[in-house]
């Protein structure tokens, strides 16, 4: 029985080439389409993990699914159906070489860089004496570069970003305008729910046409952090730590472990107890944000059903 999948190795019809990524596994097309299948993999700082999450794929493929088509007003996104639980299909682009963070709230990684001293972030100013998981007056943006394979992402002003010749003024301003409405409508969607979308990061492409179209999974615990609304505002005042339901967690738990991605760390075991907690932080945020149930596929072998359904499918 597969009922976790963590490696994939399919020969789908007109298969062009696979590309593997920390978490997704991406085949290409020669119809310029893309299969792109969520994996269980877990990621953090960059590293893969040794052990998969159960369910975590499929969460992550509906939820961003869902997220898609709730924002295909603001941009046109590459996605184009669903036909397996754990898959997305759609147009093939060529992705643009940042990615867009979008930040509501003093937290994480910023948090680190404002704690260490830093108040320019990605051409951000910040004013002092700001608290951990502070609101911002108004959204911020900090593009990182989109690594390539075996290195990490690298924060990036605006200014470096023209000056690299990585995207003009135009195409960048354009992103920046698009990134803002993405994440003000995930927002509306997360405070619907009791959440609040803390940040969160999206990845852009061109099309055959060159057309700016909006690409990957948006607004899932992978590339998202979310707290809880009604708890927020004590949690700020009294000085604790925000509950939140996000992949932060798992970072955390890996630093008080001694594990940053840092060269000459070892990752810690991760124990079946930690596997679970993952698992359930992961299904709670889907019935949270999704306003319902989370069904868990029945599937005893993953790798049997995607076959069934790609081959009726395509």
């Not at 290409?28 to 960059?46: E, G, H, M, P």
Request: net charge positive; proline share 3%; hydrophobic share 35%.
């Amino acid at each position: 029985m597969q009922k976790v999948i963590t490696n994939t190795d399919f020969n789908f019809r007109d298969l062009k080439s696979k590309y593997t990524g920390k978490v997704r596994d991406v085949y290409s097309l020669q119809n310029d389409k893309l299969i792109v299948i969520s994996t269980d993999r877990i990621s953090a700082f960059d590293v893969i993990m040794p052990r998969g999450i159960i369910h975590k794929g499929q969460i992550l493929n509906q939820i961003s699914v869902e997220m898609l088509k709730k924002t295909d007003d603001i941009v046109e996104n590459w996605l184009i159906s669903s036909p397996d639980p754990n898959i997305s299909y759609g147009k093939k682009c060529n992705p643009l070489k940042i990615e867009m963070v979008v930040r509501g709230y003093l937290s994480g990684h910023s948090y680190r860089l404002y704690k260490s001293g830093c108040r320019n972030i990605c051409g951000n100013i910040l004013p002092e004496n700001m608290k951990e998981n502070e609101k911002f007056k108004k959204p911020i943006i900090t593009p990182t570069t989109k690594a390539d394979i075996g290195n990490h992402d690298q924060d990036i002003s605006p200014n470096d970003i023209f000056s690299r010749k990585i995207l003009d003024r135009k195409s960048y301003e354009k992103l920046h305008f698009i990134s803002l409405e993405l994440f003000k409508r995930g927002s509306e969607i997360a405070s619907k729910s009791g959440l609040i979308l803390v940040d969160t990061k999206y990845e852009f492409g061109l099309d055959l046409d060159n057309n700016i179209i909006l690409i990957d999974e948006i607004h899932t615990p992978d590339s998202s952090r979310y707290f809880y609304l009604d708890s927020y505002d004590n949690f700020q005042d009294n000085n604790l730590k925000q509950k939140q339901l996000s992949k932060e967690f798992f970072r955390e738990w890996l630093m008080e472990n001694n594990f940053q991605g840092k060269k000459g760390q070892e990752i810690p075991a991760i124990s079946n107890k930690t596997v679970e907690l993952i698992s359930s932080r992961y299904i709670e945020l889907y019935e949270k944000l999704m306003n319902k149930k989370f069904i868990k596929d029945s599937s005893t072998n993953i790798v049997d059903r995607i076959k069934k359904n790609m081959s009726n499918f395509l």
